[in-house]
């Protein structure tokens, strides 16, 4: 449904959203085109640059969208709209990240 909604509504691109460990909001845009992958569980995002997170070692991390979260923001510029799902943070082992 989302996927049709994203064609409908003219979404150009989304927003993965999650939180740091200070509790600052954080995302990760990609285009609209993206979703199979953002459903697959396989969009991911460097660790190492967000604040509390993990080494450069360690960093990459996948997002897990939560799809109750699907909304669509109430503007839209002259590349179409924008959406955000909000997302739970993995490790590379797909173990969630404490």
């Not at 509790?23 to 995002?45: A, F, H, R, Y």
């Not at 604040?51 to 360690?58: K, L, M, S």
Request: hydrophobic share 40%; net charge negative.
């Amino acid at each position: 449904e989302i996927k049709r909604i994203i064609e409908e509504e003219n979404v150009r691109f989304l927003r993965l959203m999650f939180t740091d460990i200070l509790g600052t909001i954080k995302n990760v845009e990609v285009p609209g085109s993206q979703m199979d992958k953002v459903l697959e569980n396989i969009m991911m995002c460097d660790g190492s640059s967000i604040e509390g997170f993990v080494r450069i070692e360690e960093s990459d991390k996948y997002l897990y969208p939560d799809l109750s979260t699907w909304m669509i923001f109430p503007w839209e510029s002259a590349h179409g709209k924008v959406a955000r799902l909000i997302c739970d943070i993995y490790n590379p082992d797909r173990t969630p990240f404490a």
